[in-house]
């Protein structure tokens, strides 16, 4: 089993950028995707970003698409979110996960086995 833990977050103004990073620990580290996943208050938990761990190939959502930007380090067993031109809308608790099996839903949480703590965005106007 792989433990997962999130850094990078805190308080940025709307139209700044920030970078998050996904950190893996444990002896065995098996994941076929990795994904980004934001949960704002009085909300449900909603997709951001994923990456294929081989290929590097990144999907985002329709927000994240143009402003965010995933990527993984497999020697040192690390996801980034780089957030550019930050909205308003984007505060959350920011949360990374690790699916060990393909999947082609990889919106959707309940494929992701691993869960991080999670590490707060929160943007200022």
Same mark, same amino acid.
């Given at each position: 089993?792989?433990?997962?833990?999130? =850094? /990078?977050?805190?308080? %940025? #103004?709307? /139209?700044?950028?920030?970078?998050?990073?996904?950190?893996? =620990? /444990?002896?065995?580290?098996?994941?076929?995707?990795?994904?980004?996943?934001?949960?704002?208050?009085?909300?449900?938990?909603?997709?951001?970003?994923?990456?294929?761990?081989? =290929?590097?190939? /990144?999907?985002?959502?329709? =927000?994240?698409?143009?402003?965010? %930007?995933?990527?993984?380090?497999?020697?040192?067993?690390?996801?980034?979110?780089?957030?550019?031109?930050?909205?308003? #809308?984007?505060?959350? %608790?920011?949360?990374?996960?690790?699916?060990?099996?393909?999947?082609?839903?990889?919106?959707? #949480?309940?494929?992701?086995?691993?869960?991080?703590?999670?590490?707060?965005?929160?943007?200022?106007?």
């Amino acid at each position: 089993q792989v433990q997962l833990a999130e =850094s /990078g977050g805190g308080l %940025v #103004e709307a /139209g700044g950028s920030l970078r998050l990073s996904c950190a893996a =620990s /444990g002896r065995t580290f098996a994941a076929i995707t990795m994904g980004w996943f934001r949960q704002a208050p009085w909300k449900e938990r909603e997709f951001v970003a994923a990456i294929r761990w081989n =290929s590097g190939i /990144g999907y985002y959502s329709d =927000s994240a698409k143009s402003r965010f %930007v995933i990527t993984r380090d497999t020697g040192n067993k690390t996801t980034d979110l780089q957030m550019n031109s930050i909205k308003k #809308e984007d505060t959350a %608790v920011y949360y990374c996960a690790a699916d060990p099996l393909y999947s082609d839903q990889i919106t959707s #949480e309940s494929k992701y086995k691993t869960w991080g703590q999670g590490t707060q965005v929160t943007v200022s106007s």
